[in-house]
């Protein structure tokens, strides 16, 4: 059984930084491509970056430069490193196996 389940999320000031993390299990996390994705309130779901099993990444121009995704095969991990935040920035962050399930998400609030 698939599980994802996305932390790191919290409160941060524009500008700052918060890495968040989904920890993956009940698959072969290795093989599979993986996306995050996001939600602000009153708005669709969108795409933030996808990064393939072989580490090839697409990211969303609003955050290219500021946001690096990364994977750690061995740990079963997704990253999200996110810099410079913005208040736009803000919403609940999900991970995606590429043709799999959500995790539940992570609130990132941007606020002074």
């Known amino acids: 059984q698939v599980q994802l389940v996305e932390s790191g999320g919290g409160l941060v000031q524009p500008g700052g930084s918060l890495r968040l993390s989904c920890a993956a299990s009940?698959?072969?996390?290795?093989?599979?491509?993986m996306s995050w994705y996001r939600q602000a309130p009153g708005k669709e779901r969108e795409l933030v970056v996808g990064?393939?099993?072989?580490?090839?990444?697409n990211y969303a121009d609003s955050v290219k430069g500021r946001f690096t995704v990364s994977r750690d095969n061995v740990k079963s991990t997704l990253y999200l490193q996110m810099n410079s935040l913005k208040p736009e920035d803000a919403a609940v962050y999900y991970c995606?196996?590429?043709?799999?399930?959500w995790g539940q998400g992570t609130q990132v609030t941007v606020s002074s």
């Open positions: 990064i393939s099993s072989g580490g090839i990444t």
């Open positions: 995606k196996q590429w043709g799999g399930p």
């Open positions: 009940g698959f072969t996390f290795s093989s599979y491509g």
